[in-house]
């Protein structure tokens, strides 16, 4: 398997997923609008799940759901992110890998990416993530090296700015839906808001 780029969208819902949940572990599922073939680029996510992960009628639920969402919206499920409950931890769960292991039966370069909570500051250098990918029926670590994620800095600077400005309230995930069915789990409000910070007008790429 080649290189992994992760979007500025995906890290900064990702990120604002688990900062909505500091106290839960988070799930979510990896988007691609790319041609297949060639490099991963995880262009969006969808928040999943802040309860009950291991929850099998529920995921399932959601991975149909999204998987419909996607198959109108020309885009495709490459991956699976979780950060857990404990932020010194961040080797993937049973729950990851079963998880992770029906993704992959769909497309075979599937990504497993866990948030290291313990280096989730916005102040931290590098992206705090730690990336598998299957091999030989197992999930193995990722060289860091074929991890992509352009404009770190400005990434960075704008998952700061919205989480100070408290948009990490405008996220919406599965869960939340289910609890009240009106609210939106495709975040069309929060893309908009990371399109208009990322913007070239606003000098952030």
Aim: a negative charge; proline letters at 5%.
């Amino acid at each position: 398997m080649g290189e992994v780029e992760l979007s500025c969208r995906a890290y900064i819902k990702m990120f604002l997923h688990s900062c909505l949940f500091p106290r839960c572990s988070i799930n979510g599922l990896l988007l691609s609008s790319s041609p297949a073939g060639g490099a991963v680029c995880v262009t969006d996510c969808v928040p999943m799940l802040h309860s009950h992960l291991p929850l099998a009628p529920i995921t399932q639920l959601a991975l149909t759901q999204v998987d419909v969402w996607c198959s109108q919206t020309q885009q495709r499920i490459v991956g699976y992110y979780q950060a857990n409950a404990c932020v010194s931890d961040s080797s993937p769960t049973q729950c990851a890998l079963k998880i992770a292991d029906k993704i992959a039966e769909q497309f075979d370069n599937a990504v497993l990416l866990m948030l290291d909570g313990g280096k989730m500051s916005p102040d931290y250098r590098v992206p705090p993530i730690v990336m598998y990918e299957r091999k030989d029926s197992r999930w193995m670590l990722k060289d860091k090296h074929t991890i992509m994620l352009r404009q770190w800095e400005e990434t960075r600077a704008i998952a700061s700015q919205m989480l100070e400005s408290g948009d990490h309230m405008l996220l919406v995930d599965f869960d939340s839906h289910l609890d009240d069915i009106t609210k939106d789990w495709t975040n069309q409000k929060l893309n908009t808001k990371i399109a208009e910070l990322a913007s070239p007008a606003n000098g952030n790429i």
